[in-house]
């Protein structure tokens, strides 16, 4: 029974409340939810008698404003609620709250006995668009002596008389409130402690999914947690939550449901036209928005349930009306969803001749191949191979071409995307039968997957068969292919000019058409620049070969540049900070495996070099089905870590049987020399025979160690990590401090500028030795990190980008720099990562 109330008055007073919130069936934080503004503004309207109408779509969180209000109250407080099994029992919402039977006859002496026994207390009653018509009737007449605080559902079904008189109350001595979405940051916090292992990916789209809904976060990240995904809408998800949502759409109009529906089909905002009449309400509901003509559900989970609601027949029908109003590109999904097969496939083959990217291409041709019950041409067949390979999918394209068929240019298309995933030897194998009378550009690719097969099995023939085919198809090739496996050839020889070679290949190719070649060229100059370790000149060419490829929305080749790119920018030790975070970025997205490799191995670098080895090392070792490509250089930075992280031995292990470059090959040596050398064990000799230049210098160095300045200046203009490297070992190697000291401070000097913390780490070290002990910034006397600042810099150093710190921690992004830019003045740090690792080392004392 309720406390009985007292005859002076108790005003309300918001306090906060410990634990959980409830928002429907689910539990939320109390410091993410409700809102503390609402709540405010609701305390503040209680401050005398009246009526307080909290108002929102399902699963918004009206019930723990109810439970948040009744907990800080300080007096009598009388819950209740309608029960949507029983809205037409007069005044049940009522009596349940006051827990007697009241007079349901008449509404002025309903109002009566219910103040009579409320008095100074709160009443508090829930889901009041299931109330009956006597309650409805009774509210603003005891408003007019109690304090009443009501949720009220949108949509609902009250008539509209009864919402009219409901908002006349509240605008006299109450509010009508709105429950605001749940900030993205907020909802990005609720994940993260739902599902803490969820990616940035994974998070951003279920927040973005949940469209600020918390019943939607609860329940999507717990499914996310138990093993699914943000778009598996399987039996994993909470029942509840659809259930609510389903009822809720129950309430709506029939156009209003259908307009709903078409918005989880089309998955995207829309133009108000495609809905219809329906959208009007669904704006008036709060279940849409609708800017500057353009509608987009503000929950896109709210109008996936819309659409599962559909029978079979009604999702049919939606699908074939969306059709006609959506561009081709949709069309032919919509056309396919509705078992328009057949219409699907035209409309499909139509809309791709008229694509304007390679991206739209692919994707338009491997849906016509693969309609049930469609046999597609031959014709078209060829055309979304191309695509395919176009677009970096060699294996989309092997799907559609039959193995076994005979034509030399579905043959060319096979063995193209065999030689794409790395298979030379079945590439060549896939074209044998290719006669040579077939037409030109068959002939042409054919010889074409012979010699880059070659080149993998037998370089120097590879070079010489490259000579006797310009004299078949003259210098330079007509075909696109051809003369980028030329140039390929010449470039795996590093025969003079080369890189034009390639460059001029890539030209002629994207001037002809053959997007493939083009990109296959381009991506093959940053590989042999990167070998040759000119990874300035490397870099860049990936990053115009990979806005090159946005443009035209081949995600996989767009990707591999990135990641490419960003793979030199570590090597040469140069803004680590940047490194960490796009790399990290780029690996929370889906890739393809080469470039998940590369993008691993940049942040992981830049991670340990920066001071934050456990990071570094937990990235590499969760990094599963490495591909070939990319296997010594994740098999270097692991021994690299290790190294850095005071583990020689680990750098001691077999190397990897895959074949390295010369760059990634001599860096492996030079780890292992510096792993030999702390360990205390007899190296291997110096590599004479070592191809690049600065390699060859440095591993000379270790039995000659005045050559040590000579190789630090091989790496200036190339790396920095390796020239600090260089000035190290020639510091350490020298006994007397004349000649150690100069090279130390010069290491030191290039560590901190650059941010190479565990290097910086052991220059001063080494000066240490030699007594010397200069005044360098550092962290100032009882200039202590707030607790804020701690766990900002914990985040860093867990690899955490900005936008999730801000989301895991409630703040802005803004905030969040504050945050670190502080801790690294506090600190004496130049870069976030040399801070977040500073800050480790202080937690962990």
Same mark, same amino acid.
């Given at each position: 029974?309720?406390?009985?109330?007292?005859?002076?008055?108790?005003?309300?007073?918001?306090?906060?409340?410990?634990?959980?919130?409830?928002?429907?069936?689910?539990?939320?934080?109390?410091?993410?939810?409700?809102?503390?503004?609402?709540?405010?503004?609701?305390?503040?309207?209680?401050?005398?008698?009246?009526?307080?109408?909290?108002?929102?779509?399902?699963?918004?969180?009206?019930?723990?404003?109810?439970?948040?209000?009744?907990?800080?109250?300080?007096?009598?407080?009388?819950?209740?609620?309608?029960?949507?099994?029983?809205?037409?029992?007069?005044?049940?919402?009522?009596?349940?709250?006051?827990?007697?039977?009241?007079?349901?006859?008449?509404?002025?002496?309903?109002?009566?006995?219910?103040?009579?026994?409320?008095?100074?207390?709160?009443?508090?009653?829930?889901?009041?668009?299931?109330?009956?018509?006597?309650?409805?009737?009774?509210?603003?007449?005891?408003?007019?002596?109690?304090?009443?605080?009501?949720?009220?559902?949108?949509?609902?079904?009250?008539?509209?008389?009864?919402?009219?008189?409901?908002?006349?109350?509240?605008?006299?001595?109450?509010?009508?409130?709105?429950?605001?979405?749940?900030?993205?940051?907020?909802?990005?916090?609720?994940?993260?402690? !739902?599902?803490?292992?969820?990616?940035?990916?994974?998070?951003?789209?279920?927040?973005?999914?949940?469209?600020?809904?918390?019943?939607?976060?609860?329940?999507?990240?717990?499914?996310?947690?138990?093993?699914?995904?943000?778009?598996?809408?399987?039996?994993?998800?909470?029942?509840?939550?659809?259930?609510?949502?389903?009822?809720?759409?129950?309430?709506?109009?029939?156009?209003?449901?259908?307009?709903?529906?078409?918005?989880?089909?089309?998955?995207?905002?829309?133009?108000?036209?495609?809905?219809?009449?329906?959208?009007?309400?669904?704006?008036?509901?709060?279940?849409?928005?609708?800017?500057?003509?353009?509608?987009?559900?503000?929950?896109?989970?709210?109008?996936?349930?819309?659409?599962?609601?559909?029978?079979?027949?009604?999702?049919?029908?939606?699908?074939?009306?969306?059709?006609?109003?959506?561009?081709?590109?949709?069309?032919?999904?919509?056309?396919?969803?509705?078992?328009?097969?057949?219409?699907?496939?035209?409309?499909?083959?139509?809309?791709?001749?008229?694509?304007?990217?390679?991206?739209?291409?692919?994707?338009?041709?491997?849906?016509?191949?693969?309609?049930?019950?469609?046999?597609?041409?031959?014709?078209?067949?060829?055309?979304?191979?191309?695509?395919?390979?176009?677009?970096?999918?060699?294996?989309?394209?092997?799907?559609?071409?039959?193995?076994?068929?005979?034509?030399?240019?579905?043959?060319?298309?096979?063995?193209? $995307?065999? !030689?794409?995933?790395?298979?030379?030897?079945?590439?060549?194998?896939?074209?044998?039968?290719?006669?040579?009378?077939?037409?030109?550009?068959?002939?042409?690719?054919?010889?074409?997957?012979?010699?880059?097969?070659?080149?993998?099995?037998?370089?120097?023939?590879?070079?010489?068969?490259?000579?006797?085919?310009?004299?078949?198809?003259?210098?330079?090739?007509?075909?696109?292919?051809?003369?980028?496996?030329?140039?390929?050839?010449?470039?795996?020889?590093?025969?003079?000019?080369?890189?034009?070679?390639?460059?001029?290949?890539?030209?002629?190719?994207?001037?002809?058409?053959?997007? !493939?070649?083009?990109?296959?060229?381009?991506?093959?100059?940053?590989?042999?620049?990167?070998?040759?370790?000119?990874?300035?000149?490397?870099?860049?060419?990936?990053?115009?070969?990979?806005? $090159?490829?946005?443009?035209?929305?081949?995600?996989?080749?767009?990707?591999?540049?990135?990641?490419?790119?960003?793979?030199?920018?570590?090597?040469?030790?140069?803004?680590?900070?940047?490194?960490?975070?796009?790399?990290?970025?780029?690996?929370?997205?889906?890739?393809?495996?080469?470039?998940?490799?590369?993008?691993?191995?940049?942040?992981?670098?830049?991670?340990?070099?920066?001071?934050?080895?456990?990071?570094?090392?937990?990235?590499?070792?969760?990094?599963?089905?490495?591909?070939?490509?990319?296997?010594?250089?994740?098999?270097?930075?692991?021994?690299?870590?290790?190294?850095?992280?005071?583990?020689?031995?680990?750098?001691?292990?077999?190397?990897?049987?895959?074949?390295?470059?010369?760059?990634?090959?001599?860096?492996?040596?030079?780890?292992?020399?510096?792993?030999?050398?702390?360990?205390?064990?007899?190296?291997?000799?110096?590599?004479?025979?070592?191809?690049?230049?600065?390699?060859?210098?440095?591993?000379?160095?270790?039995?000659?160690?005045?050559?040590?300045?000579?190789?630090?200046?091989?790496?200036?203009?190339? $790396?920095?990590?390796?020239?600090?490297?260089?000035?190290?070992?020639?510091?350490?190697?020298?006994?007397?401090?004349?000649?150690?000291?100069?090279?130390?401070?010069?290491?030191?000097?290039?560590?901190?500028?650059?941010?190479?913390?565990?290097?910086?780490?052991?220059?001063?070290?080494?000066?240490?030795?030699?007594?010397?002990?200069?005044?360098?910034?550092?962290?100032?006397?009882?200039?202590?990190?707030?607790?804020?600042?701690?766990?900002?810099?914990?985040?860093?150093?867990?690899?955490?980008?900005?936008?999730?710190?801000?989301?895991?921690?409630?703040?802005?992004?803004?905030?969040?720099?504050?945050?670190?830019?502080?801790?690294?003045?506090?600190?004496?740090?130049?870069?976030?990562?040399?801070?977040?690792?500073?800050?480790?080392?202080?937690?962990?004392?």
């Amino acid at each position: 029974m309720p406390e009985a109330p007292t005859d002076e008055p108790v005003a309300p007073v918001a306090g906060s409340v410990a634990g959980s919130a409830v928002v429907g069936r689910a539990s939320v934080p109390a410091a993410a939810w409700p809102p503390a503004d609402l709540v405010a503004a609701a305390v503040d309207a209680l401050r005398n008698p009246g009526l307080v109408v909290i108002v929102g779509a399902p699963g918004t969180g009206r019930t723990s404003v109810l439970k948040r209000l009744g907990e800080s109250f300080r007096g009598a407080v009388f819950s209740g609620g309608a029960l949507a099994m029983l809205r037409g029992v007069p005044a049940l919402p009522l009596s349940r709250a006051v827990r007697v039977r009241l007079p349901s006859h008449e509404a002025p002496l309903l109002a009566e006995a219910v103040r009579s026994r409320v008095r100074h207390g709160l009443l508090l009653l829930d889901d009041l668009q299931w109330a009956d018509p006597l309650t409805m009737a009774a509210l603003p007449a005891i408003a007019e002596h109690c304090r009443i605080v009501v949720t009220l559902r949108t949509p609902h079904r009250l008539p509209g008389d009864a919402e009219r008189a409901l908002r006349a109350a509240a605008a006299r001595s109450g509010a009508w409130l709105s429950m605001p979405p749940m900030p993205a940051d907020a909802a990005a916090v609720l994940v993260r402690q !739902l599902a803490p292992s969820a990616s940035t990916t994974v998070v951003a789209d279920l927040v973005r999914r949940a469209g600020g809904v918390p019943l939607a976060v609860v329940a999507l990240a717990k499914h996310v947690a138990q093993g699914g995904t943000p778009r598996d809408g399987g039996d994993g998800l909470d029942k509840g939550l659809a259930y609510t949502v389903a009822g809720a759409l129950a309430d709506l109009t029939r156009p209003a449901r259908t307009a709903m529906a078409a918005l989880g089909l089309l998955g995207r905002p829309v133009t108000a036209t495609v809905l219809g009449e329906g959208l009007t309400e669904l704006v008036e509901t709060g279940l849409v928005e609708l800017t500057e003509g353009v509608a987009a559900p503000v929950s896109p989970y709210t109008a996936e349930v819309a659409a599962g609601l559909l029978d079979t027949a009604e999702r049919a029908a939606l699908h074939r009306r969306l059709a006609a109003l959506v561009p081709p590109r949709e069309a032919a999904r919509h056309l396919a969803a509705a078992g328009a097969a057949t219409e699907a496939y035209q409309v499909a083959v139509t809309a791709a001749a008229a694509a304007e990217s390679s991206g739209d291409r692919a994707e338009l041709l491997l849906l016509a191949c693969e309609l049930p019950g469609v046999e597609a041409e031959p014709q078209v067949r060829l055309a979304a191979a191309r695509a395919a390979l176009a677009a970096g999918r060699p294996g989309s394209c092997l799907r559609v071409i039959d193995a076994a068929t005979t034509d030399p240019a579905a043959a060319v298309l096979r063995g193209e $995307a065999l !030689l794409q995933q790395g298979s030379a030897v079945p590439a060549a194998a896939a074209v044998a039968a290719v006669p040579d009378d077939a037409p030109a550009e068959a002939v042409g690719g054919r010889d074409r997957i012979r010699l880059l097969s070659m080149l993998t099995t037998d370089p120097g023939g590879a070079l010489a068969r490259a000579e006797e085919l310009l004299k078949v198809h003259g210098d330079a090739p007509a075909h696109p292919g051809l003369r980028a496996a030329i140039a390929a050839v010449r470039a795996g020889t590093r025969q003079p000019g080369w890189e034009y070679g390639l460059a001029s290949a890539a030209s002629a190719a994207g001037q002809a058409g053959d997007a !493939l070649a083009a990109r296959w060229s381009a991506w093959l100059l940053v590989e042999t620049l990167t070998a040759d370790a000119r990874l300035a000149e490397a870099s860049q060419a990936a990053a115009a070969a990979a806005a $090159a490829c946005a443009g035209d929305l081949a995600y996989s080749w767009q990707t591999r540049f990135l990641a490419a790119q960003l793979w030199c920018d570590a090597l040469r030790g140069a803004e680590i900070d940047e490194v960490v975070r796009r790399a990290g970025d780029l690996a929370d997205r889906t890739l393809p495996a080469l470039a998940r490799g590369y993008a691993v191995a940049a942040a992981s670098l830049a991670e340990a070099d920066g001071g934050l080895l456990a990071p570094a090392r937990a990235r590499l070792e969760a990094l599963q089905n490495r591909p070939a490509s990319a296997g010594p250089v994740l098999d270097w930075v692991t021994r690299e870590a290790a190294w850095l992280d005071g583990r020689p031995d680990q750098a001691f292990e077999p190397a990897d049987s895959a074949v390295s470059t010369p760059l990634v090959d001599g860096l492996r040596r030079i780890t292992a020399r510096w792993a030999a050398y702390d360990a205390g064990v007899a190296a291997d000799p110096p590599a004479a025979d070592a191809p690049l230049a600065p390699v060859r210098v440095t591993l000379e160095a270790w039995k000659a160690p005045d050559r040590f300045a000579e190789a630090a200046a091989a790496w200036h203009e190339l $790396a920095r990590r390796e020239e600090v490297r260089c000035l190290l070992a020639q510091g350490l190697l020298e006994d007397g401090a004349q000649l150690a000291v100069p090279p130390l401070l010069e290491a030191e000097r290039l560590a901190e500028e650059a941010g190479l913390v565990v290097l910086l780490g052991r220059a001063r070290r080494a000066l240490r030795r030699h007594a010397i002990r200069r005044d360098i910034r550092g962290r100032r006397a009882g200039d202590e990190l707030t607790d804020r600042e701690r766990d900002v810099l914990r985040l860093v150093a867990n690899g955490e980008p900005t936008r999730r710190i801000a989301g895991q921690l409630g703040i802005s992004r803004e905030t969040v720099e504050t945050h670190i830019r502080s801790g690294m003045r506090k600190l004496g740090a130049r870069t976030r990562t040399e801070a977040a690792a500073l800050a480790m080392e202080e937690l962990a004392q």
